[in-house]
């Protein structure tokens, strides 16, 4: 089975501050990881990967984040944040019985304020 | 690139009738698609696998009459609810997996369209 996990419900952080978002995942072989950012009404836009290689992986607006094994953890990051960033993001891993099928987490809601 | 669109972007229908979803891959051939159920404030949750020239595999208590998928081409699929009712008020996101040339890569990322928001009244 695979499976991720946001702690967080929502997180706060004010402009210009480095942000993080926490997932932790539940896989049995090789994960492939990924970060979905969603603004209000739209679709899922992808934002960064991780499959294998370095374990830092940057992705679309400045957002990166790190894998890391040994705490079967995949937290996106960003230096400095921006009201823009507010949004609802989603973690999600490939399934491995099923390659097509994505396992979302429950999203983490990301309020910047100026 | 990797473009997916969705129509109606919204649909407010009454209680027994029947709504059709449509969802495109503007730039690419998706020959798999797929469709998302998301409730306010919740995760997506998979609904069905959307195959070109095939039938659609539904995961565990979609009903499959409830929820009809057509993939007519390689660049457009689209999901029917029928005899809508009030509790199928949600928002409805697509997604295709964009195929490469040596075939589908496990790499690739899902590309998610802009969603669908009905209300049943």
């Known amino acids: 089975a695979q499976s991720v996990a946001q702690p967080e419900d929502q997180v706060n952080v004010a402009e210009g501050n480095p942000l993080t978002v926490k997932c932790t995942y539940s896989?049995?072989?090789?994960?492939?990881l990924f970060w979905y950012v969603q603004y209000p009404n739209r679709g899922l836009q992808f934002l960064l990967k991780?499959?294998?290689?370095?374990?830092l992986v940057k992705g679309s607006y400045g957002f990166e984040a790190e894998f890391n094994k040994s705490q079967t953890s995949f937290h996106l990051k960003k230096p400095s944040a921006l009201v823009s960033d507010s949004a609802l993001y989603f973690c999600?891993?490939?399934?491995?019985?099923?390659?097509?099928?994505?396992?979302f987490g429950s999203g983490t809601k990301l309020n910047v304020k100026p | 690139g990797a473009v997916v669109s969705q129509h109606p972007s919204r649909v407010i229908c009454k209680s027994g009738t029947s709504v059709k979803i449509e969802c495109r891959s503007l730039?690419?051939?998706?020959?798999?698609m797929f469709w998302y159920r998301q409730f306010p404030k919740q995760s997506l949750m998979l609904m069905a696998t959307?195959?070109?020239?095939?039938?659609?595999?539904?995961e565990q208590g979609v009903e499959k009459d409830k929820f009809l998928i057509n993939h007519a081409s390689l660049t457009l699929s689209t999901l029917t609810v029928t005899s809508a009712h009030p509790e199928d008020s949600s928002f409805y996101i697509c997604?295709?997996?964009?195929?490469?040339?040596?075939?589908?890569?496990?790499?690739?990322?899902?590309?998610f369209g802009p969603g669908t928001r009905l209300t049943v009244l």
């Open positions: 991780y499959i294998t290689g370095d374990n």
């Open positions: 997604s295709a997996r964009e195929r490469t040339s040596g075939g589908f890569s496990s790499y690739n990322e899902q590309f």
């Open positions: 730039d690419f051939q998706a020959t798999t």
């Open positions: 896989v049995s072989g090789n994960p492939y």
């Open positions: 999600a891993v490939r399934g491995l019985d099923n390659f097509n099928k994505f396992y």
């Open positions: 959307s195959n070109e020239g095939s039938k659609a595999t539904y």
